[in-house]
């Protein structure tokens, strides 16, 4: 069974740094393209970053560029995205996103990370 | 990259058809063939439900459809269920690089 399984949403204050990962299993981690998608209370969804396979090919959106960096670590099938510099306005509920058939095939259940002080 | 334009909700009858529009630019949907239509019943995950325009993962239902002209892709669904009642996006994946939503479009079974 494919799982995708996020963790490390927390509440953090503007300025702050957080670390999401997401722990995947029940397919080929390394052979797959993976994606973070957020949504803000209410709103709908955000894409936020993307990594290829090997961790090349790393593009953000232009609200996280410099902010935020996208890895991921093959030998433990896990995807990573740590944040710095944090707004109230990226206060939203974080989604990793494996790319198949250039689409997003499969998610996790989310993560919330909320910003305030 | 602006997000793709949707309308913000439609409706439709047990049984009747529906149809969801979203709209972008030559240089995302008019110019690559890799739109994806993702339903999110409230409170859950979004999920895959139309990737490459018009093609289904296996279990989604032959209700979904979609398609796509010029700068416009489209998605309908005939038959409707109460079950289908959910936010429905799309999405376009750029040049092979970087990805953007539309909107959402709220689905009401009336």
């Known amino acids: 069974q494919v799982r995708l399984v996020e963790a490390g949403g927390r509440v953090v204050q503007p300025g702050g740094s957080l670390k999401l990962s997401c722990s995947t299993s029940g397919f080929n981690f390394r052979n797959h393209g993976m994606l973070w998608v957020r949504q803000a209370p209410g709103k709908g969804l955000e894409w936020v970053a993307s990594?290829?396979?090997?961790?090349?090919?790393?593009y953000y959106a232009g609200a996280v560029n410099e902010r935020f960096t996208i890895s991921r670590d093959n030998s433990k099938n896990t995807l990573f995205l740590q944040m710095s510099s944090l707004r109230m306005e990226d206060t939203a509920v974080f989604y990793c996103?494996?790319?198949?058939?250039?689409?997003?095939?499969?998610w996790g259940r989310g993560t919330t990370v909320t910003v305030s002080s | 990259q602006s997000a793709l334009t949707q309308p913000p909700s439609v409706s439709g009858s047990p049984g009747q058809s529906v149809t969801i529009s979203c709209t972008g630019a030559?240089?995302?949907?008019?110019?690559?063939?890799?739109v994806s239509w993702y339903q999110q019943p409230p409170g859950t995950a979004p999920k895959l439900i139309i990737y490459?325009?018009?093609d289904r993962p296996s279990g989604v239902p032959d209700r979904f459809s979609g398609s796509k002209s010029g700068n416009t892709a489209s998605l309908t669904i005939s038959g409707l269920q109460a079950e289908d009642e959910a936010d429905y996006y799309c999405?376009?994946?750029?040049?092979?690089?970087?990805?953007?939503f539309g909107g959402g479009t709220k689905l009401t079974v009336l």
């Open positions: 996103a494996r790319h198949e058939f250039n689409g997003l095939d499969v």
């Open positions: 990594i290829g396979y090997d961790g090349s090919d790393i």
């Open positions: 490459e325009v018009s």
């Open positions: 999405s376009s994946y750029i040049d092979r690089k970087t990805w953007v």
């Open positions: 030559i240089s995302d949907v008019g110019n690559f063939d890799h």
